[in-house]
């Protein structure tokens, strides 16, 4: 399985597993599955950071290479699908996220109760 983790999994993954659903939980640990953290995670990180809004004590790239998980760039066929996704969500990110999701036949690991109105692969 291919899997694109919200923002706020990849930080449990690093800090608080104990947070995670046990599907998605089990899901990252298993070798077989492909783990991507999205581009546009990276940047709400280091832009909450930068404003205050999070504190992180770490470089998410070289966390998302430690942890052995797959980067994923933000790709024309990602922003052309954010196009046309509805207004279900407002956050930004949230929504570039399912974009990618959807244009690259990703299954995305998130809590967020939002994500089941979206026509997405959802795990969680």
């Given at each position: ?63 998302i ?44 690991a ?8 979206y ?6």
């Amino acid at each position: 399985m291919k899997i694109l983790l919200d923002t706020h999994v990849f930080l449990w993954a690093l800090s608080e597993p104990e947070k995670l659903r046990p599907a998605i939980r089990s899901a990252i640990e298993l070798p077989s599955n492909q783990v991507f953290v999205s581009a546009m995670t990276v940047a709400e990180i280091v832009i909450k950071e930068s404003i205050g809004k999070l504190a992180v004590r770490f470089d998410p790239v070289e966390m998302i290479d430690r942890l052995g998980f797959e980067r994923l760039d933000f790709s024309v066929l990602a922003a052309r699908r954010l196009g046309t996704l509805p207004f279900h969500h407002r956050d930004p990110f949230d929504r570039m996220l399912i974009a990618q999701a959807i244009a690259h036949d990703l299954s995305i690991a998130s809590h967020d109760p939002i994500f089941v109105r979206y026509d997405c692969k959802l795990l969680g």
